[in-house]
């Protein structure tokens, strides 16, 4: 229902034509990002320093976003949405499904997620974009993640990123790099709980992306994210993606990725697909 | 031998870029239309518009050109003010400059400048941040 919904709001917003909307913000094409599946702007896995859509210093910006991962043996849909202001603060919602595909069953999770960008910008200067960020998680479907060792059905991530962009790179193009660092102690990012029977406490784990745009519309790119592993009863192991990102506007955005999600749940070799369509306004 | 050399020469030169930055700007005359396309752009602009109010758009136009022209290594000399004298008390925001630069990225698409020389020319201007951004 809740998938329908939000589905329903990306097209009402992107497609319809005559609706029309206040400027999208001076920000320039693409620096908002793209959404990932925890809410937050960055990549697909990876939040990044930047923030979500395109307001600039004195302007409000918002997303609405749906995204979808196929791999072998589970499903995840996402819908989410953010609220940005000044260039300078962004928070962020998403609700997250994870269809046990084969096992059988379902898992949910709601995060809230707030960004602030403490200095510096992508583009300009010498200095990184550098912001730091807060994702408090809470697992809706405890009984699986308790049942396998958990600890906690809701935690609070901290991380800390910089993004620097590099208008004349390699090639001539302008290329993108990001790192994350993210203190956690989630399984599989809390959609199996937090903390566990092997390692109870949070731990530092490095995240990191780099695209390079062909044209300001068209970026390729990878994304690689670590992982904790606090549970016995299965291995949990980092996740990473090769990435298209299309930005045909200042409105809309699409990733399209293939991604190694590792071992999940003891099923391993988790490879698949992954869509996400962004609005922004 | 003299083949051989030909073609790795024929390969290679794509690679170096035959033309340089200011040549695929299309020269003075390239850049001069490029400035005035932007500044098109700009004056319909409501965002920042206002700083350019009882100025001549025209000298405006010319100084630009000249900046443009010279940074890019054509034969021209920049006859105005530094960029921090020029822009003093402006009061030019992070969203104000992003949106002259999106006016004259729309500028070099309509006047189909390749992307990398797009990106070459964006790269010389944005270390003027600094001097023009309050």
């Known amino acids: 229902m809740h998938k329908w919904r939000a589905g329903m709001v990306l097209v009402a917003f992107t497609l319809v034509p005559g609706v029309s909307f206040a400027d999208s913000g001076s920000k320039l094409l693409a620096t908002g990002g793209a959404s990932t599946i925890e809410g937050a702007g960055g990549g697909g896995i990876v939040p990044w320093a930047t923030l979500s859509s395109y307001a600039d210093v004195g302007e409000w910006g918002a997303t609405v976003n749906v995204s979808e991962v196929a791999v072998d043996d589970f499903r995840l849909s996402v819908q989410g949405a953010s609220l940005s202001w000044n260039n300078r603060v962004e928070v962020s919602y998403a609700r997250q499904t994870f269809d046990l595909s084969t096992i059988g069953g379902e898992l949910e999770q709601n995060i809230l997620g707030v960004k602030a960008r403490l200095f510096g910008d992508l583009l300009y200067g010498n200095l990184p974009q550098v912001s730091v960020g807060l994702q408090h998680k809470s697992n809706q479907s405890f009984a699986l993640p308790s049942a396998v060792g958990a600890t906690e059905d809701s935690d609070t991530d901290y991380y800390l990123s910089a993004a620097k962009a590099w208008l004349d790179g390699p090639f001539h193009r302008t290329w993108v790099a990001n790192v994350t660092a993210r203190r956690t102690r989630a399984n599989q990012i809390g959609l199996l709980g937090f903390g566990g029977d092997v390692d109870d406490s949070a731990e530092w784990v490095a995240e990191a992306s780099v695209a390079a745009f062909i044209n300001r519309y068209w970026a390729v790119g990878v994304e690689y994210r670590q992982k904790p592993d606090n549970l016995s009863f299965a291995d949990e192991q980092d996740w990473r993606d090769v990435f298209v990102a299309y930005f045909p506007s200042k409105r809309v955005s699409i990733v399209g990725a293939y991604t190694d999600l590792g071992s999940i749940a003891g099923l391993d070799d988790q490879t698949g697909w992954y869509l996400s369509l962004q609005a922004a306004f | ?134």
């Open chain 2, 1 to 134: 031998m003299k083949a051989l050399m030909l073609t790795a020469a024929l390969l290679l030169t794509p690679l170096a870029s035959a033309q340089s930055l200011y040549d695929q700007l299309g020269q003075k005359q390239g850049i001069s239309a490029i400035v005035e396309e932007m500044l098109y752009r700009v004056g319909g602009d409501e965002r920042i518009v206002h700083h350019f109010d009882g100025v001549d758009i025209m000298r405006v136009h010319q100084l630009i050109t000249e900046q443009v022209c010279n940074v890019v290594g054509g034969p021209c000399e920049y006859s105005g003010e530094s960029m921090r004298v020029s822009h003093e008390g402006m009061g030019v925001t992070h969203a104000d400059f992003n949106a002259l630069v999106e006016h004259l990225i729309v500028a070099m698409e309509k006047h189909e400048v390749p992307v990398a020389a797009q990106n070459q020319l964006l790269a010389k201007l944005a270390p003027m941040y600094d001097d023009i951004v309050e």
